[in-house]
């Protein structure tokens, strides 16, 4: 039945944002989180979704969640020689996090649930008046 | 005399289930919104419809998705990503409210049916 296919869909989508958000969450958490060297900073995270297209040929497809990659931009600098964290020369290491990037995104996610919640409210209604059909 | 259902109902069962099948393929583009290279699709509805109308047996063959067309977007953009939310929800909102439409063409069919046989 292609009502159980639809409710895949949307819950898969729902399923990646939630990854999406909490890369989100994590980026932003460690927004601050300072290292004294470069291997040891956080690094941004990114998820990266793909479709999944089922073997039947059929349009359409769920998303999935296929990594999450952490972001090759370069790391903060900055010179703080009384940081307890500061290395010999004196310098501590900001992750690359762009706070106002992680925001917009965060809108993105929630906005892309909320969307396929719907979807899932409006098959969930179809699927009601579907069993009602020839009640009085 | 039997009651031919297929008859009866004409062509609103199979346009009923091209609905929910139109369902699947929007809800698919609105679930990829955010995935890189997706490539939005939709179906040419009236030439689907032909199609599973023209098959006498009545199977239903929209497996193979002959009517399956990829959308063109207005504005494209650097992921290679065709899904156009607005788009895409216009066409599922539009898409539901039909299928309520097919189903209630259904409904009163079948009570039209259920009157005859009751004899009022």
Redesign the interface.
């Known amino acids: 039945m292609s009502f159980q296919d639809i409710s895949k869909i949307a819950g898969s989508a729902m399923a990646a944002q939630t990854v999406r958000l909490n890369t989100v969450a994590s980026n932003l958490a460690n927004a601050d989180s300072v290292a004294g060297s470069e291997g040891e900073t956080y690094r941004a995270r990114k998820p990266v979704f793909t479709a999944v297209m089922d073997g039947s040929g059929n349009a359409g497809g769920q998303v999935q969640v296929m990594d999450v990659v952490e972001s090759d931009e370069p790391l903060r600098r900055v010179y703080e020689p009384g940081h307890p964290m500061a290395n010999a020369d004196g310098m501590v290491f900001y992750p690359n996090v762009n706070q106002v990037a992680e925001m917009t995104d965060m809108m993105s996610a929630s906005r892309a649930f909320e969307t396929n919640v719907e979807v899932l409210g409006r098959i969930k209604s179809m699927q009601q008046s579907l069993l009602k059909l020839g009640e009085a | 005399m039997g009651i031919n259902f297929k008859e009866v109902l004409g062509v609103h069962s199979d346009a009923l289930h091209l609905r ?2 139109r ?16 490539q939005a ?1 939709d ?1 040419d509805f009236g030439s689907a419809l032909q199609q599973l109308q023209d098959n006498s047996a009545g199977l239903l063959s929209t ?3 002959a009517s ?1 067309l990829y959308r063109v977007p207005y504005h494209p953009s650097r992921d290679g990503n065709t899904v156009e ?1 607005g788009v895409e ?1 216009a066409a ?2 539009q898409n ?1 409210t039909d ?2 439409t097919s ?1 209630t063409f ?2 009163m069919k ?2 039209g049916l ?1 009157k005859a046989i009751a004899g009022q």
């Open positions: 929910a099948d369902t699947r393929v929007l809800a698919a583009n609105i679930a990829n919104e955010n995935t890189p290279g997706f699709m179906m497996d193979d998705d399956a939310i929800q599922f909102s539901a299928f309520q189903l259904v409904n079948i009570k259920a």
